[in-house]
């Protein structure tokens, strides 16, 4: 069955960074993209990153764009996003998700907290 | 960009009741919207994509319609596992990929 595991939850500093990771298995992973977001508590869902295994190529959300790098390892079937620059307003669950068009397969998300 | 706005922001339902959510886009993404659930402390689910297409495993009690900018998803039956947040997405116009804010479907 397909799935996307993601790593643990994380507690940084701000002015830290952090590098999330997020385990695929059971389909082919250079046939779909990845895209990485966050749900800040009480709040909507906002895409940071997007990760074409296939191609390697990358697309950044604006907002984040200088503090957004989002990798993948095919013969580890993985994907990777780090995010630089930590700010109490990062504090929230981090997701990745298999993007078929639509989002059909989601990890199980990280929570990251930044706090001094 | 566009932008998506859900209406309401929440909607009071009895047990057994019937709910119509509703999403509109700021310009026209043809049928490329999806709907998700989204339950406390849980993973958003995918409900519907393709504006009206219910993806696997999820009950004929959810329909989803609509094209253009104008989207709507109806539970027929509520059921007590359905009260969550419900999202909207839109896939055509990327990036960025943009949601809805949610729209809260509670007991009344």
């Known amino acids: 069955q397909i799935q996307l595991v993601q790593s643990g939850a994380e507690v940084r500093k701000p002015g830290a960074s952090v590098k999330l990771s997020c385990k695929t298995s059971?389909?082919?992973?250079?046939?779909?993209?990845i895209l990485w977001g966050r749900q800040a508590p009480g709040q909507g869902l906002e895409w940071m990153g997007w990760i074409n295994p296939g191609s390697g190529n990358t697309k950044y959300s604006q907002t984040f764009q200088g503090r957004v790098t989002v990798t993948s390892d095919i013969s580890a079937t993985t994907a990777y996003m780090e995010v630089t620059g930590l700010r109490s307003g990062d504090t929230a669950i981090y997701y990745c998700v298999r993007d078929n068009g639509f989002f059909d397969f989601w990890g199980q998300g990280t929570p990251v907290t930044v706090s001094s | 960009e566009v932008v998506m706005t859900q209406s309401p922001a929440t909607l009071s339902v009895s047990p057994g009741g019937r709910a119509t959510l509703s999403c509109r886009a700021s310009q026209s993404v043809s049928r490329n919207v999806a709907w998700y659930q989204q339950k406390p402390g849980q993973v958003p689910r995918l409900l519907i994509y393709?504006?009206?297409t219910r993806a696997t495993g999820i009950p004929a009690r959810f329909s989803g319609s609509g094209f253009g900018t104008e989207f709507t998803l109806t539970i027929s039956t509520l059921q007590s596992e359905d009260f969550a947040v419900y999202y909207c997405?839109?896939?055509?116009?990327?990036?960025?990929?943009?949601f809805g804010q949610g729209t809260k479907v509670e007991i009344k």
């Open positions: 997405h839109q896939y055509n116009n990327w990036p960025p990929w943009t």
């Open positions: 393709g504006a009206s």
């Open positions: 059971g389909y082919t992973f250079t046939a779909y993209a």
